[in-house]
């Protein structure tokens, strides 16, 4: 059995070209890999992202490895790409088996199967055992977590697949199977510490669900102390929906790299309200260099429409601890929540203007109405002054604002305001320190947010 897993599927040129999407490692995908080749199948991994493939060569490669399975884990903006080179190889072997997952998927699995005709199985949540029953010849209706498409061309929605417990079971991620060299000269490699997300954003989809499993402390460094010896990397990400998580899990984590003296840098996505000045002296000891973290508004009343749970005051605390013990902090926002006005957008610019001081960069995204969050269910409904304005996936970029309609603004507007926000914090960060303008500014963005204002 061969199975060709997907890294990434794009293939065609993002619409949204104010977001910078560099080729990336999933995680999630080596981990599947390194899961299945456990099992004795043949696995390969190919991403045309890296490769500069477009659909021809991509189907070539694919049909190289004789494949039975071909497996796609696409964002919701690469989910087109995805059907188009299932749909490819399809007509050139029509016994290949397709298979989505993903959050995508994940969150319109009978919309999806229904609206892509070149995908014959997707999977919901976690695949390791999933695919793994599709691989050994399992039938479709007696495996959880599947959802299928039947002789007769109607689709089936088998019951949901219980959590994958405990995940220190798990295989290390087949990063053998991946050209790392091609992902950037200083890779860093994805580590998962956790699975599940616990808080409610309206914003975000929780495909691994809500309730949190924790990969044990000294398993999390040994696979760490593993790709430093095997793969001669120093560099790693801590990728899950947010870590730090727990303090207790965490401070056992940071402990057990320190402890074994492990010489590395590392960075992480995670919110206000898990940190503090322990944990971040902890953090950086332990060779913590970056955080992205989400501050969403700098409105009290938009941060408790959308569930974050945070104050304004909060961000601003962190972020003075973080440049306190030497921890670069980027600030991520939200345009157009539900609620949003002129007036919270400009408690937001003075926000992040304040965090100026101490952040290392702000990014403003514009709201998507990703398939299975509540904004999604919200403007599918015309509820909180939000209506979905397009279906096409494509357009489903977190910088390009092409996807949501929102009453409180003219089209194209909030577009513009975000422009002028990128510009002002840009210009602020460049007087204040020159080098940036080096490191960090990117020209082709500059051009591409003043073209905004002459639409």
């Known amino acids: 059995m061969r199975i060709v897993l997907f890294n990434s599927s794009t293939i065609t040129r993002r619409r949204d ?56 884990s696409p964002y919701t903006v690469e989910i087109m790409d995805a059907s188009m080179i299932a749909a490819s190889i399809k007509n050139k072997r029509e016994s290949v088996r397709t298979v989505v997952g993903g959050p995508h998927a994940s969150a319109l699995p009978v919309e999806t199967l229904k609206e892509f005709k070149s995908f014959d199985m997707a999977v919901v949540g976690e695949g390791e055992l999933t ?17 299928y498409r039947k002789k007769d061309g109607s689709i089936e929605l088998n019951p949901p697949r219980p959590p994958l417990k ?6 290390y991620p087949a990063w053998d199977l991946y050209d790392l060299k091609k992902y950037g000269s200083d890779v860093s490699l994805p580590v998962e510490p956790l699975r599940g997300c616990p808080y409610s954003c309206i914003f975000c989809y929780r495909t691994l669900g809500r309730k949190v499993r924790y990969k044990s402390p ?22 899950a929906g947010t870590f730090p998580l727990s303090k207790k899990h965490a401070m056992k984590v940071f402990d057990e790299i320190i402890k074994r003296r492990l010489k590395i840098k590392w960075s992480a996505s995670t919110r206000v309200d898990t940190l503090d000045q322990e944990l971040l002296e902890m953090m950086k000891e332990s060779g913590c ?9 700098g409105d ?19 972020f003075k601890l973080c440049k306190k013990v030497g921890i670069k902090a980027g600030a991520n926002f939200i345009l157009g929540l539900p609620g949003e006005t002129q007036e919270t957008i400009q408690r937001t610019k003075l926000l992040a203007f304040k965090l100026l001081k101490y952040a290392s960069g702000i990014n403003f995204a514009i ?89």
């Open 300 to 318: 009290p009343e938009i941060l408790n429409l959308c569930g974050k749970g945070i104050k304004p005051e909060d961000a601003e605390r962190v």
């Open 166 to 171: 405990p995940l220190d079971r798990l295989p």
């Open 17 to 72: 070209q104010i977001e910078v999407v560099e080729p990336h490692l999933k995680v999630g995908v080596a981990s599947l890999a390194s899961f299945l080749r456990e099992q004795d199948f043949d696995v390969s991994i190919v991403d045309p992202q890296v490769e500069g493939l477009n659909l021809e060569k991509t189907v070539k490669k694919i049909l190289s490895f004789n494949p039975d399975i071909v497996g796609f």
């Open 131 to 147: 695919l793994k029953e599709i691989a050994e010849g399992k039938e479709p209706e007696e495996i959880k977590g599947l959802v």
């Open 289 to 297: 260099e970056a955080l992205a973290i989400g501050v969403e508004s």
């Open 367 to 455: 709201l998507v109405p990703y398939p299975g969050t509540n904004v999604y269910k919200m403007a599918a409904k015309g509820e909180g002054g939000l209506k979905i304005k397009s279906k096409d996936w494509r357009n489903y970029g977190k910088q390009a604002g092409l996807a949501l309609e929102h009453k409180n603004f003219k089209n194209g507007e909030l577009a513009k305001i975000q422009s002028k926000l990128y510009l002002a914090t840009s210009l602020r960060y460049i007087y204040s320190n020159p080098s940036y303008l080096i490191k960090h500014f990117s020209w082709q963005r500059l051009i591409q947010l003043l073209r905004r204002f002459v639409r």
């Open 218 to 239: 000294s398993r999390i460094v040994d696979e760490i102390e593993y790709m430093m010896n095997n793969f001669g990397i120093s560099s790693f990400r801590f990728l």
